[in-house]
Nanobody, 114 residues
Framework: QVQLVESGGGLVQPGGSLRLSCTPS????????MGWYRQAPGKQRELVAR???????MYSDSVKGRFTISRDLAKNSVNLQMNSLKPDDTAVYYC????????WGQGTQVTVSS
């Protein structure tokens, strides 16, 4: 069973930035598509960014132009740089492959508030 560990969340003011990191227990080089998901209170989990073969990032309309997904093979991590954060970005953020493994990490809380 793959374990996923997310980190980097926190409280940030609107317009601020955060960088999330995810380290799976398996090599990210073996995963074709890695993604970042988020779940806001009372809402379903949604996929907001995916990285295809380590090269091509694809984004939901709600984060396009503000978020950037990348990977660091040396650290075996998948990262999400989040800029120009908005209150609507408040959620628990998770990483997983696409489609997702059955198991999920604990996620990392991102709160955007003044």
């Amino acid at each position: 069973q793959v374990q996923l560990v997310e980190s980097g969340g926190g409280l940030v003011q609107p317009g601020g930035s955060l960088r999330l990191s995810c380290t799976p227990s398996t090599s990210i080089n073996s995963i074709s598509i890695m993604g970042w998901y988020r779940q806001a209170p009372g809402k379903q989990r949604e996929l907001v960014a995916r990285l295809l073969n380590g090269l091509y990032g694809m984004y939901s309309d709600s984060v396009k132009g503000r978020f950037t997904i990348s990977r660091d093979l040396a650290k075996n991590s998948v990262n999400l740089q989040m800029n120009s954060l908005k209150p609507d970005d408040t959620a628990v953020y998770y990483c997983n492959k696409v489609p997702a493994f059955e198991s999920w990490g604990q996620g990392t809380q991102v709160t955007v508030s003044s």
